[in-house]
């Protein structure tokens, strides 16, 4: 079962992008060593838009978003600071809710929780808690 990784992503500062690039490819990449399948749009994405001089904002790459979303079992957003202000994050999460795709907060320390806005049954036999970033990379 396909896992989407959503998180905040678009700055006016290229620094902040990059940094939140790399937080949640580390995350993506434990999700992965853990037996997830997981789909982060931002880890994909991000090299791609440096690369070839793309626009990074969500009305560019939102249907690109939708595609991965239409087939994911599950949306984990990642709270980093910038998550609850992100358009992008907040129209993957518009878009779960649609599916009936349930929706899990994750942070860094490996805390997640079902959201109030699930409207599907969680798969919590597919759930592996995320250890803390800090002590695995």
Not at 21 to 40: Q, R
Not at 116 to 123: G, V
Request: hydrophobic letters at 40%; aromatic letters at 12%.
């Amino acid at each position: 079962p396909l896992v989407y990784l959503a998180s905040p992503y678009s700055d006016g500062d290229a620094k902040v992008r990059q940094d939140r690039a790399d937080v949640v490819s580390k995350v993506a990449g434990l999700l992965l060593h853990k037996g997830y399948i997981v789909f982060s749009p931002i880890s994909h994405s991000h090299p791609i838009a440096l690369v070839c001089k793309m626009p990074t904002d969500w009305k560019f790459w939102a249907t690109f978003c939708k595609a991965y979303l239409s087939v994911a079992h599950k949306l984990f957003v990642l709270t980093v600071p910038g998550w609850e202000q992100s358009v992008g994050v907040r129209k993957e999460m518009e878009i779960a809710m649609q599916l009936k795709i349930p929706i899990y907060l994750v942070d860094e320390e490996g805390q997640e929780t079902l959201t109030e806005w699930s409207n599907a049954e969680p798969y919590d036999d597919l759930w592996i808690p995320v250890k803390s970033i800090k002590d695995t990379f």
